[in-house]
């Protein structure tokens, strides 16, 4: 495998000798002195990548180093350390795989195709094409990998109920962060809660807890009725293997209740992790922004299970979304610098159509950067 | 036999001519199922002739439409054309032909350009709820459609050319000219009377701006084909009408992100229609029943959608009279009862083929109807009551009541009349309410038909008040109508964020829902006079709205002004008319920042001579000040309520064999 540059170096020989093979017998007989210009770069493009229609959607695999889609279902996905970069429609992932964490750093190209308050520009996403952007994609060299590890990213996997204690590194002490709410949706209303008191044991396990909260039930326009609940984790965990809490029930439950919120035990107390229910879902709102939820804005807060992953595309989009109506996704371009177990590339979205106007298929460049 | 009676069975534009008045008057059927002077209907209706649709028309019922007082046209997404009455969307507007319904593929509504003018007797319409006669969707009113029918063996040719002047879109083979042809023909065959009607429409639609990819109104192709066979035995009229619809539009609507080529906008319409009709004069019965099936592809062309729709229905009616129906004394009275029934059957099947994403899986619903209407008249004043039971497939037990009243004062030459109504409309959702899976999954969205909906509600008045009268010395009529009406509606149906699918899938997800009610209130003020040679008359419109929020209801305008003057020159056997339309105050729909413009008017011009007793030719400049929506604004987040519409100049010849 990883053929990229192999293919890479292969065409341009082929391209010289392309070049070579046009000369004529008047270039024979009279030899220039003439300096060989550069040649042009290569550009390799792939495409475009049908993602499935809205019903059935599929998720692309593509192996940068062979410049080849893999077949994988999602499970193998997850073992497998071939591919380097996943479409699902809108969404592009990258390989989170031990042996073949690939990361990304963006080029910050096209950076004008957005106003001061960070709005896309229409004019500018919608006369743009794959021919005028090609310059933006050749001038990214070798030269231009950031030799600062720290300004790759890659795709991470992250829990919602984080940042409920602190922990004083001086003293070695535990405590609540009060002002670190969590807004939970769960069982038809909204809930912001926040650990108000925390107090660990000598098993450095938690011992007793206090959640304060507020709810917006489909009632309400606004969290209304602060309630705590104390939960005494040391008994609590004594015969069990989690304590299950109930927002509405303002109590500990059991497995079989409609619960929001799970507490694993360990040998003699409870750890320091607090889990949502499956069907629940729950945003960070450590700003202590939020007096309400919009049901009819709920898309846009931003609400996560309890495990959830951050793709690094989400951080540099990779297009805009609706311009002129008709609900179409414009790319804006970007060229990102792609850094995976065997060396560097760039890529380039260029659509997220085929000819016919078929959205979910992606078309883009890429090449492999060669080592500094 | 009373005059009702008498004229159920004849032809409305004989009873017309035969009974035309010092004032000027129609004979109509839509306000009680029953012929009536117009001047004598308990219940208000207003006429355009079947000359006035000749002058006015543009080959289909969009621009004739438009010269109705208080109407307003709205462009649809799909370019076709929609109504709006008395605040009410083109949902809540039901559409007739000869009595009986026509297909909704518009988002539940009547497209207003796939249905031809030619061969039209005249259009009658009653504003405010009439559901009990008319059942569903007749919330805001009703549309009815009369064609006509030729005693005659006669054949007539037209022929017209148009074009869009400036916005005309420039085509590479250089045929930037529209198209109209129609032919009509009638004679008796086998002891049967035969009509033939043919309209073909060749439109090359229209661009604001050569420089951009996407164009304004589509090129468009339609066909309009109407057999019609009928004859009168000894006690019973048969009638037998097919009619064939075809259409073909395509228009520019985007470049294609990231590739070379375009998206466009295309629809291709095939459509059937079979009536048979049953009229018995004696007995005073009719039955009719309806049969259609369209046929659609149309959508983005990377997101085709496959529509199949069919509609049957069977109607039957029934009168009876006693005393005198047409009183001419006070000491005379009558009355009419009228009975009816209606079978109703529709169905909707929709796919997108790329895809083979079904959006409607072959649904369908059925109900029987039952109403009955008792119509009180006295020479001056008349009473009617009436009731409505739906037994609905999906929805149960549905009724509606209704009672109006119309006093008569004054005498022949200065008439006042009052009349009031109460009345109760409802709608039934339709079948994309029901069962619609709009799947946008891929772009983030979804919208999600809801099997569980309600049949919306209104409850409805009227109040009016008209006076016909001549004056200078008699040389002129004068009449002049003050209409006020009030509806309250409940169980709106509209589409809201579900919150707890929206979570569980990471999408915005919409579903149709019963919550909104929402009350319309507003009057129509209109004048009206009519000399030998000449006519005019001027209509202001308010209408004022709020749903459960206390917000107006947006794409309605608060204010319409329709200014007409038309003249006669006999010695030229010209005729001619120039009509404005002025609209302003629209709420601001959601989703814009502000307004381009909070008010418009588009002016008209018609003109036809008679050449010879075969020949005539007319010329017309639609919207001639080109007053039309600029999409740059638009772009830009701003409201713009003008239409999408061009000037347009029209030259037509027309000859009678």
Known sequence: MKHLPTLSTLSLALLLAACGGGSSSKDDATPTSEPTPDPKPVVSQFGPFATGSSAAPKTVYFDLDNGEVVELTTEQAKENKEWDIAFQRTKVFLNQHADNTVLMHFTANNADFFDQDGKAIADKFTTANAETELEDYEVVTNDSIPSDESEFSGDTSNEILTGFYSYNSSTHQVSAASDNYYIVSSNDAYTKFSVTNLAGNSARLMSDIELTYTRQTAADTEFVNEQTINLDLDMLCANAEQVYVSFEAAMEVTADDAYDLSIPCGEGGAKFDINLHADAKAFQDFNNEHTNINPQAVRYYGFQSNEYSTAAFDQHKWYAYNLEGGHKLWSQYGVYIIKNANGHFKLQITSYYDADGNSGNYTFRANALAAK | ?657
């Open chain 2, 1 to 657: 036999m009373p005059l009702s009676l008498s004229l159920l069975l004849l032809p409305t534009h004989l009873m017309a001519n035969n009974l035309k008045t010092e004032i000027d008057e129609h004979i109509v059927v839509t306000g009680t199922k029953t012929p009536k002077l117009l001047s004598n209907s308990p219940v208000s209706v207003e006429v355009i002739s079947g000359d006035t649709i000749a002058l006015i028309s543009q080959g289909t019922l969009a621009q004739t439409l438009e010269f109705i007082p208080g109407v307003v046209i709205t462009r649809s997404a799909k370019d076709g054309y929609n109504i709006q009455m008395q605040g009410f969307d083109s949902k809540h507007v039901l559409v007739l032909i000869d009595g009986q319904p026509l297909i909704s593929p518009a988002n539940g509504a009547v497209d207003l350009d796939q249905v031809s003018v030619n061969n039209i007797e005249q259009i009658e319409v009653i504003k405010g709820a009439s559901s009990v006669l008319y059942g569903s969707s007749a919330m805001g009113g009703v549309i009815n459609i009369i064609t006509k029918r030729e005693q005659d063996e006669q054949l007539s040719l037209t022929y017209q050319i148009s074009s869009y002047l400036d916005n005309a879109l420039k085509k590479r083979d250089g045929d930037q000219l529209s198209h109209l042809f129609k032919i009509n023909a009638s004679s008796t065959l086998f002891n049967w009377h035969h009509q033939v009607n043919l309209q073909v429409i060749q439109d090359a639609g229209f661009d604001y701006n050569a420089n951009t990819v996407s164009h304004n109104a589509a090129a468009l192709d339609k066909t309009f084909f109407n057999l019609q066979s009928y004859k009168a035995f000894e006690f019973t009229e048969a009638r037998f009408k097919y009619q064939y619809f075809e259409e073909s539009k395509k228009r520019a609507s985007s470049s294609i992100p990231g590739q070379m080529g375009k998206l466009y906008y295309r629809s291709d319409v095939d459509q059937h229609q079979v009536d048979i009709n049953l009229n018995n004069s004696d007995a005073n019965w009719k039955v009719n029943t309806r049969y259609i099936k369209h046929q659609e592809t149309s959508g983005q062309s990377n997101s085709l959608r496959e529509s199949d729709i069919e509609l049957a229905e069977i109607d039957g009616i029934k009168v009876w009279q006693h005393g005198s129906t047409n009183p001419k004394s006070a000491g005379q009275s009558g009355g009419e009862v009228v009975t009816g029934f209606v079978v109703h059957y529709d169905s909707l099947n929709q796919l997108k083929p790329a895809t083979q994403s079904v959006e409607i899986d072959g649904k369908n619903r059925h109900s029987v109807e039952l109403y009955s209407q008792y119509n009180f008249i006295k020479s001056s004043y008349q009473w009617l009551a009436g009731f409505r039971a739906q037994q609905d497939s999906d929805f149960g037990f549905h009724s509606a009541l209704r009672t109006s009243g119309m006093l008569q004062l004054g005498n022949k030459s200065s008439q006042w009349q009052l009349r009031a109504g109460y009345g109760q409309g409802y709608r039934v959702p339709d079948l994309k309410e029901r069962y619609y899976v709009f799947d946008h999954s891929n772009l983030g969205y979804m919208v999600l038909g809801n099997d569980k909906l309600n049949p919306e509600q209104s409850d409805s008045v009227n109040i009016g008040l008209s006076h016909q009268t001549t004056v200078f010395n008699g040389a002129a009529n004068y009449s002049a109508e003050l209409n006020t009406h009030y509806t309250e509606t409940d169980n709106l149906i509209t589409t809201v964020i579900d919150r707890a699918q929206s979570e569980l899938t990471g999408l915005n997800i919409s579903v149709y829902t019963n919550i909104a009610s929402s009350k319309i209130y507003g009057f129509d003020l209109s004048n009206e006079i009519k000399f030998n040679h000449w006519y005019s008359q001027v209509n202001y419109s308010y209408i004022d709205s709020e749903d459960s929020q206390g917000k107006r209801l947006s794409t309605r305008p608060r204010h319409q002004i329709k200014f007409n003057l038309g003249v006669e020159l006999p010695s030229y056997d010209i005729e001619a008319l120039l009509y404005l339309v002025y609209q302003a105050d629209e709420a601001l729909p959601s989703g814009f920042v502000g307004y381009a413009k909070k008010d418009y008017t588009t002016v008209n011009f018609n003109l036809k001579q008679q050449l010879t007793n075969q020949i005539n030719w007319y010329l017309a400049l639609d919207n001639i000040f080109n007053e039309h929506q600029s999409p740059d604004a638009v772009q830009t987040g701003l409201f713009d309520p003008r239409p999408v519409s061009s000037q347009e100049l029209r030259i037509g010849l027309h000859y009678q064999f």
